[in-house]
C-alpha cells in the first residue's frame, strides 16, 4: 500500500473537520430510531422480565395481559418458529427463558399492544409461575463451588514458581474491580417491520447490524438473506450494543411476524439496566517476584470474572484481560488465569475496553503496591520495568513489543515534564504534612494498548463507494456510529482519496444490505477496518478515473494528479465531476466494493499465544485528586493526557475520545456502583441510584494532547492509529491518585487496600484499614 499515490497534499484528512452529527444533535435534528415517523399500524412492546434470580419456570399466565386494552399479542419461547438463541459465541444462551430463570431480569416473553403505555403496564400483569431456588450471586462463592460457563484460560510464559522462589522480595496482593453500566442516552430499541415473503426490515440501535441480521434470521426460522438491518445512529453503544440487541430485535421480529403489523421495542432504564449486561466485575489475587532493585522477575495473577448467567462474551473479554495483564511492563515468567464464573445476575458483556481495563488497574495496582512495600519512587519502578525501547522484548503470549514502535519513554517523560511533576510531587507532599483532613495524592501511569479483535476472522471489513455522473460520491460502509466520529473520519478518508471536498461525499447508514458479513464496530477498530476498506474502493475507482483522463489529455497515467477538486495534467485539468462524466459515458465503472483484512495478526486459542495485534497504542496520564478524610469524598484536580494517535485521521474527534474515555473510566473507577441486594436484585437501576459523572466531575485542569509527529510504523489508514479505547485507561492514574492520598493516612511502606470503585465509603474503609495497620487506631 502506498497512501500518498497521486495525491500532492493532505486537504481532508488530518485535519479537525466536525462530527457529521454534532450540528444536528444540537439543534435537535438528528434521528434516532425513536424519532423516526411510525408506519401505520405500528405496535409497542415491552419485556415480561423475571422477578426473581434462579427458579423454575413452571407456567406463564398471559391471559389478563392480553385481556388490557390495547394489546395485541404476547410471544414466549414456545412461540419461536425458529431457534431460541442469541449466544454471540457460545450456543445456549436463550432470547427467552424456558425451564429455568437465572437473573432477575431476565426475559421470559414480550408483549405488544397499541401505545408503549398500554403494553409495560401489560407486561407487568404477566403471571409467572417460578418455584426459587438459591441463587449464586458472587464470584468467590460460584468459584469454590467450580460453578463456570466455560474452562477457565491460563496464560504462561517462563517456570512461575521458581522465578517466585528465586526473587528476593515476593509482593502478594487482591483488588476488588467493579463493574460498570454502559448508560448510554438512548437505551435499546429495535423497529421491525415485516415485509412479504417472510422479509423483515430491522432498524436497530446496535454496534453489530450483522450480528442482529443473523440472530433474526435464525429466531424466526428464516435465511439471512430475509433480514436487512439499519443502523444510523445510536444514542452511545460503549459495547453495550455489540451483542445485547440481538434480544431487543429478535423480540421485536418476533412480534412483528405474528402481529404483521410493524413493532418496535424501545427499553426503560430500569428494565435496560436490569434485563441486559454490563463490564465484568472481577476480582484479582496476585503474587508479584521482583529482584532487589525492583524489577519484575516471575508474576502469578488469577482473576474471577462474573460472568452472569451465561457466556456471552466473557472469554473473549478474559482473553484482553490476560493480554494486557503485563500493560507496560516486561515479565520474564507469567501465569495469568481467568476463571469465568457463573452467577444468577445478568450475563456480562462488552465494555469500552473488552476487559483490557481490568487487567491493566491490576497490574498498576502490583506496580504500586511494589513501589510502597520496597519504599520506590513510583515512576522509577515502573521505568526500570519498561519494554526496553532498545531490545524488542516479548509479551507473555508471544508478540514483540518492537523497538520502532514503542513509544512507552517518550510519553512518560513528555507527561512527566509537562504535568510538572517534581514540583506539584513536592507541594502535595508538603500540603499532607501539615493537613491532617483534606489530603492531596499524585499518580503517574503509562498503557500500552494492543489494537485488533482478539479472535482473527473478526479483523475484516467492506465499503461501498459510488461515484455519480455530478461528482458526488456515496459512501457505505461495515462501521456503525454511536456518537464517536468514525461515519467523519471514514468519509474524510475517502475525500482524501479523490481530493474533493467533505461536503461531496454522502454519509448513509450502516445496512447489511450493501455491505454484508460485518464485523462490530468494536475492539477500537472501527477507523482501521472500515477506513482501509473505504480507500481501497475509492483508489480503485481513482485508478480507473486516472486512466480515462490521461486518454482524455493524451498523457502518461502516471502524470495525472488529483488535487482540489480537480484532476489535472500538467497545466490543464477538469473539475472532478467533469472526469466523472466522462467515465461514465466511456462505460468505465465508478463503482467498487472495496474490502480489507488486517494482515501479520494470528492467534491460537488453546495456548494462548500468537500475535493477536496488529499494533500498539500508547499513551500516559498524570492525575491529582484531592479525599476529605472524614467524608471520604474525593475531587480530581488536575488531569494531564497525552495519547498516541498516529497521524490522526481527525484531531479535533480524537481529542474529544480522548476527554471522553478518561472522565468515562475516571467514573468507573470513582463514582460507578453496581449494587445487588442478596435477592439478586441489582439495586441500581437509574440515575438516582447509579452516578455517573457530571460536569462538575470533570478535572478542572484538564490538558490533553497528542503524541506529535507520530505516525504508526504499521500501514495503517493514513498511518493512524485507534482511538476509541486506549484512553479509558487513562482514568486509572485518578484511581492511584486517591491510593496515593489514603497512603499518606498512614506509615511509610503501607499499600492501601482500596476497592474500585474508590466510592466514599470504600475510601474511608480504606483510610481505617492504613491507620489501623500504622498502629494509629490501635
Given at each position: 500500500?502506498?497512501?500518498?499515490?497521486?495525491?500532492?497534499?493532505?486537504?481532508?484528512?488530518?485535519?479537525?473537520?466536525?462530527?457529521?452529527?454534532?450540528?444536528?444533535?444540537?439543534?435537535?435534528?438528528?434521528s434516532?430510531?425513536?424519532?423516526?415517523?411510525?408506519?401505520?399500524?405500528?405496535?409497542?412492546?415491552?419485556?415480561?422480565?423475571?422477578?426473581?434470580?434462579?427458579?423454575?419456570?413452571?407456567?406463564?399466565?398471559?391471559?389478563?395481559?392480553?385481556a388490557?386494552?390495547?394489546?395485541?399479542?404476547?410471544?414466549?419461547?414456545?412461540?419461536?418458529?425458529g431457534?431460541?438463541?442469541?449466544?454471540?459465541?457460545?450456543?445456549?444462551?436463550?432470547?427467552?427463558?424456558?425451564?429455568?430463570?437465572?437473573?432477575?431480569?431476565?426475559?421470559v416473553?414480550a408483549i405488544?399492544?397499541e401505545?408503549?403505555?398500554?403494553?409495560?403496564?401489560?407486561?407487568?400483569?404477566?403471571?409467572?409461575?417460578?418455584?426459587?431456588?438459591?441463587?449464586?450471586?458472587?464470584?468467590?462463592?460460584?468459584?469454590a463451588?467450580?460453578?463456570y460457563?466455560?474452562?477457565?484460560?491460563?496464560?504462561?510464559?517462563g517456570?512461575?514458581?521458581?522465578?517466585?522462589?528465586?526473587?528476593?522480595?515476593?509482593?502478594?496482593?487482591r483488588?476488588?474491580?467493579?463493574?460498570?453500566?454502559?448508560?448510554?442516552?438512548?437505551?435499546?430499541?429495535?423497529y421491525?417491520?415485516?415485509?412479504?415473503?417472510?422479509?423483515?426490515?430491522?432498524h436497530?440501535?446496535?454496534?453489530?447490524?450483522?450480528e442482529?441480521?443473523?440472530?433474526?434470521?435464525h429466531?424466526?426460522?428464516?435465511?439471512?438473506?430475509?433480514?436487512?438491518?439499519?443502523?444510523r445512529?445510536?444514542?452511545?453503544?460503549?459495547?453495550?450494543?455489540?451483542?445485547?440487541?440481538?434480544?431487543?430485535?429478535?423480540?421485536?421480529?418476533?412480534?412483528?411476524?405474528?402481529?404483521?403489523?410493524?413493532?418496535?421495542?424501545?427499553?426503560?432504564?430500569?428494565?435496560?439496566?436490569?434485563?441486559?449486561?454490563?463490564?465484568?466485575?472481577?476480582?484479582?489475587?496476585?503474587?508479584?517476584?521482583?529482584?532487589?532493585?525492583?524489577?519484575?522477575?516471575?508474576?502469578?495473577?488469577?482473576?474471577?470474572?462474573?460472568?452472569?448467567?451465561?457466556?456471552?462474551?466473557?472469554?473473549?473479554?478474559?482473553?484482553?484481560?490476560?493480554?494486557?495483564?503485563?500493560?507496560?511492563?516486561?515479565?520474564?515468567?507469567?501465569?495469568?488465569?481467568?476463571?469465568?464464573?457463573?452467577?444468577?445476575?445478568v450475563?456480562?458483556?462488552?465494555?469500552?475496553?473488552?476487559?483490557?481495563?481490568?487487567?491493566?488497574?491490576?497490574?498498576?495496582?502490583?506496580?504500586?503496591?511494589?513501589?510502597?512495600?520496597?519504599?520506590?519512587?513510583?515512576?522509577?519502578?515502573?521505568?526500570?520495568?519498561?519494554?526496553?525501547?532498545?531490545?524488542?522484548?516479548?509479551?507473555?503470549?508471544?508478540?514483540?513489543?518492537?523497538?520502532?514502535q514503542?513509544?512507552?519513554?517518550?510519553?512518560?517523560?513528555?507527561?512527566m515534564?509537562?504535568?510538572?511533576?517534581?514540583?506539584r510531587?513536592a507541594?502535595?507532599?508538603?500540603?499532607?504534612?501539615?493537613?491532617?483532613?483534606?489530603?492531596?495524592?499524585?499518580?503517574?501511569?503509562?498503557?500500552?494498548?494492543?489494537?485488533?479483535?482478539?479472535?482473527?476472522?473478526?479483523?475484516?471489513?467492506?465499503?461501498?463507494?459510488?461515484v455519480?455522473?455530478?461528482?458526488?460520491?456515496?459512501?457505505?460502509?461495515?462501521?456503525?456510529?454511536?456518537?464517536?466520529?468514525?461515519?467523519?473520519?471514514?468519509?474524510?478518508?475517502?475525500?482524501?482519496?479523490?481530493?474533493?471536498?467533505?461536503?461531496?461525499?454522502?454519509i448513509?447508514?450502516?445496512?447489511?444490505?450493501?455491505?454484508?458479513?460485518?464485523?462490530?464496530?468494536?475492539?477500537?477498530?472501527?477507523?482501521?477496518?472500515?477506513?482501509?476498506?473505504?480507500?481501497?474502493?475509492?483508489?480503485?475507482?481513482?485508478?480507473?478515473?486516472?486512466?480515462?483522463?490521461?486518454?482524455h489529455?493524451?498523457?502518461?497515467?502516471?502524470?495525472?494528479i488529483?488535487?482540489?477538486?480537480?484532476?489535472?495534467?500538467?497545466?490543464?485539468?477538469?473539475?472532478?465531476?467533469?472526469?466523472?462524466?466522462?467515465?461514465?459515458?466511456?462505460?468505465?465503472?465508478?463503482?467498487?466494493?472495496?474490502?480489507?483484512?488486517?494482515?501479520?495478526?494470528?492467534?491460537?486459542?488453546?495456548?494462548?499465544?500468537?500475535?493477536?495485534?496488529?499494533?500498539?497504542?500508547?499513551?500516559?496520564?498524570?492525575?491529582?485528586?484531592?479525599?476529605?478524610?472524614?467524608?471520604?469524598?474525593s475531587?480530581?484536580?488536575?488531569?494531564?493526557l497525552?495519547?498516541?494517535?498516529?497521524?490522526?485521521?481527525?484531531?479535533?474527534?480524537?481529542?474529544?475520545?480522548?476527554?471522553?474515555?478518561?472522565?468515562?473510566?475516571m467514573?468507573?473507577?470513582t463514582?460507578?456502583?453496581?449494587?445487588?441486594?442478596?435477592?439478586?436484585?441489582?439495586r441500581?437501576?437509574?440515575?438516582?441510584?447509579?452516578?455517573?459523572?457530571?460536569?462538575?466531575?470533570?478535572?478542572?485542569?484538564?490538558?490533553?494532547?497528542?503524541?506529535?509527529?507520530?505516525?504508526?510504523?504499521?500501514?495503517?489508514?493514513?498511518?493512524?492509529?485507534?482511538?476509541?479505547?486506549?484512553p479509558?485507561?487513562?482514568?486509572?492514574?485518578?484511581?492511584?491518585?486517591?491510593?496515593?492520598?489514603?497512603?499518606?493516612?498512614?506509615?511509610?511502606?503501607?499499600?492501601?487496600?482500596?476497592?474500585?470503585?474508590?466510592?466514599?465509603?470504600?475510601?474511608?474503609?480504606?483510610?481505617?484499614?492504613?491507620r489501623?495497620r500504622?498502629?494509629?487506631?490501635?
Amino acid at each position: 500500500m502506498n497512501i500518498d499515490v497521486k495525491t500532492v497534499q493532505r486537504a481532508v484528512v488530518g485535519h479537525g473537520i466536525a462530527h457529521d452529527s454534532a450540528a444536528k444533535q444540537i439543534a435537535g435534528e438528528a434521528s434516532y430510531i425513536d424519532d423516526m415517523p411510525e408506519l401505520p399500524g405500528t405496535l409497542h412492546a415491552a419485556l415480561v422480565i423475571s422477578p426473581v434470580a434462579h427458579g423454575k419456570l413452571k407456567g406463564i399466565d398471559p391471559v389478563k395481559a392480553l385481556a388490557m386494552p390495547g394489546v395485541v399479542a404476547f410471544v414466549a419461547a414456545a412461540d419461536i418458529p425458529g431457534h431460541n438463541e442469541v449466544g454471540p459465541i457460545l450456543p445456549n444462551e436463550p432470547l427467552f427463558a424456558e425451564d429455568i430463570v437465572e437473573y432477575v431480569g431476565q426475559p421470559v416473553g414480550a408483549i405488544a399492544a397499541e401505545t408503549y403505555e398500554q403494553a409495560v403496564k401489560a407486561a407487568r400483569a404477566v403471571a409467572l409461575d417460578i418455584e426459587e431456588l438459591e441463587p449464586v450471586l458472587d464470584v468467590e462463592t460460584a468459584h469454590a463451588r467450580g460453578s463456570y460457563v466455560m474452562p477457565p484460560q491460563i496464560l504462561i510464559e517462563g517456570d512461575v514458581d521458581a522465578a517466585l522462589a528465586a526473587s528476593e522480595h515476593v509482593i502478594e496482593g487482591r483488588l476488588e474491580i467493579g463493574g460498570q453500566d454502559h448508560f448510554y442516552l438512548e437505551t435499546h430499541i429495535g423497529y421491525a417491520v415485516p415485509g412479504e415473503d417472510g422479509d423483515m426490515v430491522i432498524h436497530s440501535s446496535t454496534q453489530h447490524p450483522t450480528e442482529v441480521q443473523h440472530h433474526v434470521a435464525h429466531i424466526l426460522g428464516g435465511l439471512a438473506n430475509s433480514v436487512d438491518v439499519f443502523t444510523r445512529r445510536m444514542g452511545g453503544g460503549f459495547g453495550g450494543k455489540e451483542s445485547q440487541p440481538t434480544i431487543i430485535a429478535g423480540a421485536a421480529a418476533l412480534l412483528a411476524r405474528a402481529t404483521r403489523r410493524p413493532v418496535k421495542m424501545r427499553l426503560k432504564r430500569s428494565v435496560d439496566m436490569s434485563a441486559t449486561g454490563k463490564r465484568h466485575d472481577m476480582v484479582a489475587t496476585w503474587k508479584a517476584g521482583v529482584d532487589k532493585d525492583g524489577r519484575l522477575r516471575g508474576l502469578d495473577i488469577e482473576y474471577l470474572a462474573r460472568a452472569g448467567n451465561t457466556p456471552d462474551l466473557t472469554g473473549p473479554v478474559i482473553t484482553r484481560t490476560l493480554t494486557h495483564s503485563d500493560n507496560s511492563y516486561f515479565v520474564p515468567a507469567a501465569r495469568f488465569a481467568g476463571h469465568a464464573c457463573k452467577t444468577n445476575t445478568v450475563s456480562n458483556t462488552a465494555f469500552r475496553g473488552f476487559g483490557g481495563p481490568q487487567g491493566i488497574i491490576a497490574i498498576e495496582a502490583i506496580m504500586d503496591q511494589i513501589a510502597r512495600e520496597l519504599r520506590m519512587d513510583p515512576n522509577h519502578l515502573r521505568a526500570i520495568n519498561y519494554y526496553s525501547p532498545e531490545t524488542g522484548e516479548v509479551t507473555p503470549y508471544g508478540q514483540a513489543v518492537e523497538s520502532h514502535q514503542n513509544r512507552l519513554v517518550e510519553v512518560t517523560e513528555a507527561i512527566m515534564a509537562s504535568s510538572e511533576w517534581e514540583r506539584r510531587r513536592a507541594e502535595i507532599d508538603a500540603h499532607n504534612a501539615t493537613h491532617p483532613i483534606l489530603r492531596r495524592g499524585l499518580a503517574m501511569m503509562p498503557v500500552k494498548f494492543g489494537i485488533s479483535f482478539n479472535l482473527t476472522s473478526l479483523n475484516q471489513a467492506g465499503a461501498l463507494v459510488h461515484v455519480y455522473q455530478d461528482g458526488s460520491v456515496h459512501l457505505n460502509h461495515g462501521g456503525t456510529e454511536m456518537g464517536q466520529g468514525l461515519f467523519m473520519k471514514v468519509a474524510q478518508v475517502v475525500a482524501e482519496v479523490f481530493q474533493i471536498g467533505i461536503d461531496q461525499v454522502k454519509i448513509t447508514a450502516t445496512n447489511t444490505g450493501k455491505v454484508p458479513n460485518t464485523s462490530a464496530t468494536a475492539a477500537s477498530t472501527g477507523s482501521d477496518l472500515n477506513g482501509m476498506a473505504a480507500y481501497n474502493a475509492a483508489t480503485a475507482i481513482r485508478g480507473r478515473m486516472a486512466n480515462i483522463a490521461a486518454e482524455h489529455f493524451d498523457v502518461p497515467v502516471e502524470e495525472i494528479i488529483f488535487r482540489e477538486g480537480r484532476v489535472h495534467a500538467g497545466n490543464r485539468s477538469v473539475s472532478f465531476g467533469e472526469l466523472a462524466k466522462m467515465t461514465w459515458a466511456a462505460r468505465v465503472q465508478l463503482s467498487e466494493a472495496g474490502y480489507y483484512a488486517t494482515p501479520k495478526i494470528h492467534w491460537d486459542p488453546a495456548t494462548l499465544k500468537g500475535r493477536p495485534f496488529f499494533y500498539f497504542t500508547y499513551g500516559a496520564a498524570v492525575a491529582e485528586v484531592a479525599i476529605d478524610t472524614l467524608t471520604g469524598e474525593s475531587r480530581c484536580l488536575r488531569a494531564d493526557l497525552l495519547q498516541d494517535c498516529g497521524a490522526s485521521l481527525n484531531p479535533a474527534i480524537d481529542l474529544g475520545q480522548i476527554e471522553g474515555a478518561f472522565v468515562q473510566g475516571m467514573g468507573w473507577l470513582t463514582c460507578e456502583e453496581l449494587w445487588w441486594d442478596d435477592k439478586g436484585r441489582l439495586r441500581t437501576i437509574g440515575p438516582s441510584t447509579y452516578k455517573i459523572p457530571g460536569s462538575r466531575d470533570v478535572p478542572r485542569e484538564f490538558n490533553v494532547a497528542l503524541v506529535g509527529n507520530a505516525p504508526n510504523a504499521e500501514e495503517t489508514v493514513y498511518r493512524s492509529k485507534a482511538v476509541g479505547e486506549p484512553p479509558l485507561m487513562l482514568g486509572v492514574s485518578v484511581w492511584l491518585a486517591i491510593r496515593d492520598a489514603i497512603a499518606s493516612c498512614g506509615r511509610e511502606g503501607l499499600s492501601p487496600h482500596l476497592k474500585a470503585p474508590a466510592t466514599p465509603e470504600n475510601i474511608l474503609h480504606a483510610i481505617d484499614d492504613i491507620r489501623v495497620r500504622s498502629g494509629a487506631m490501635e
